[in-house]
Structures are given as structure tokens and as C-alpha cells.
């Protein structure tokens, strides 16, 4: 039986596995170094600045920051339709023309095709018109009795 493995001497494990964690150990204590405080560099330029960052943050003037909260309650209360002049999304165009965009003319045939009332539908409002006569007829004998 070539498939089977022997069995391993557990003491021959225990050395192994104290040879990986050894080593685990050793790589950590080199490459990696604990801090109980991060004191960023501030002399370095970021690629990716973060605006919650706080070592980033920059001190702004008061006016820009109210003017730019302005700015923003003034956007979030009209909505794209009042500060904008034309959709700038796709998905904006949907709803954004709320009239006509080619007037209707009714002598038109090409434009204007309503739908005629077929035998079925005739037929179908004929009886509700005859039901709702037969109920409106028994709730009059009933108001008799």
C-alpha cells in the first residue's frame, strides 16, 4: 500500500510546529513594529488625500466654510431641477421635460391612433350596466317593504 503515509512521530510534529512558529515569531519581531501612538509624517505629500483624516485636515477661513455650507443646504433643498439647466445624467432625463415634447394634434392620424371601443369591451360594460341596474332595482323594493 504505496497510497498510505506512515504515521509521523508526534514528537517529530511538536518540533516542526515549534520550527514554523519560531520562524513566524522572528519575521514579526523584524518587520513589524508596535506603536501605542501614530504620529504621522507631516513632511510627506499624500497621493490619496482623506478629508476626515485629522493629521490632513487643514485649517479653512470661516467665510468659505459658511459660504460652502450655503452653497450646499441652498443645492439640497431646490434639486437638480432648479439648479440646473439641463439633465447631466442620463437617468435624469426620465421625468426631467414634464410637458409634451411634440405637440398633439387630434385631425392627425399619424400622431394620434386613440383606441376604439371593440365588441368585447361593449359587451362586458353592457352587463355591469344591467347588473348594477338589478342590484340598484332590488335595494329600491327592499326600501318599499
Known amino acids: 500500500m504505496a497510497a498510505e503515509k506512515k504515521a509521523e512521530d508526534p514528537v517529530k510534529q511538536m518540533l516542526k ?50 459660504e ?16 440646473l439647466e439641463e439633465p447631466v445624467l442620463t437617468s435624469q432625463e426620465y421625468g426631467w421635460y414634464s410637458g409634451p415634447l411634440v405637440s398633439t394634434d387630434r385631425n392627425d392620424a399619424r400622431l394620434y391612433f386613440p383606441t376604439h371601443i371593440t365588441e368585447h369591451t361593449r359587451h362586458e360594460l353592457l352587463l355591469q350596466r344591467a347588473d348594477q341596474l338589478a342590484r340598484e332595482a332590488e335595494n329600491r323594493e327592499r326600501g318599499k317593504r
Open 17 to 66: 510546529a515549534h520550527k514554523m512558529l519560531s520562524e513566524r515569531i522572528r519575521r514579526e519581531e523584524k518587520y513589524w513594529k508596535i506603536v501605542e501612538h501614530f504620529n504621522p509624517p507631516l513632511t510627506l505629500s499624500y497621493v490619496a488625500p482623506k478629508f476626515y483624516s485629522r493629521h490632513q485636515a487643514q485649517e479653512q477661513d470661516a467665510a468659505v466654510v459658511a
Open 68 to 83: 460652502f455650507e450655503r452653497a450646499l443646504a441652498v443645492r439640497a433643498e431646490n434639486g437638480p431641477r432648479e439648479s
